[in-house]
């Protein structure tokens, strides 16, 4: 069982910064693929960022590659989502999300555990 909590979301102007953290308890965070996924009103949930369980490997949408970088450290079972250069279409709730398995996956079906979200909003 892992549980996930997500924080750092909030409103920031187009071209700012924001950096989501999720904090997941349970034994089996250590070895278990995470991801973020994001929803806006009237849309489907959309993959953001993968990354397997040692860190080695990560993913990301065309739409974040080159702005958004996803780390985690698991000596503090912390997954984190960096965002830089935020454009208005980056507003949405966000959700970490993990995996038994330790590979990543962009697939939400394949995943286990979701936290509640954080809501981003960029300003144009």
């Known amino acids: 069982q892992v549980q996930l909590v997500e924080s750092g979301g909030g409103l920031v102007q187009a071209g700012g910064s924001l950096r989501l953290s999720c904090a997941a308890s349970?034994?089996?965070?250590?070895?278990?693929?995470m991801g973020w996924f994001r929803q806006s009103p009237g849309k489907e949930r959309e993959f953001v960022a993968t990354?397997?369980?040692?860190?080695?490997?990560?993913y990301y949408s065309d739409s974040v590659k080159g702005r958004f970088t996803i780390s985690r450290d698991n000596a503090k079972n912390t997954v984190s989502l960096q965002m830089n250069s935020l454009k208005p279409e980056d507003t949405a709730a966000y959700y970490c999300?993990?995996?038994?398995?330790?590979?990543?996956?962009?697939?939400?079906?394949?995943?286990?555990?979701w936290g509640q979200g954080t809501q981003v909003t960029v300003s144009s």
């Open positions: 999300a993990a995996r038994l398995p330790p590979w990543g996956s962009r697939l939400s079906d394949e995943y286990d555990y």
């Open positions: 990354i397997s369980w040692t860190g080695g490997s990560t």
């Open positions: 349970g034994r089996t965070f250590s070895s278990s693929a």
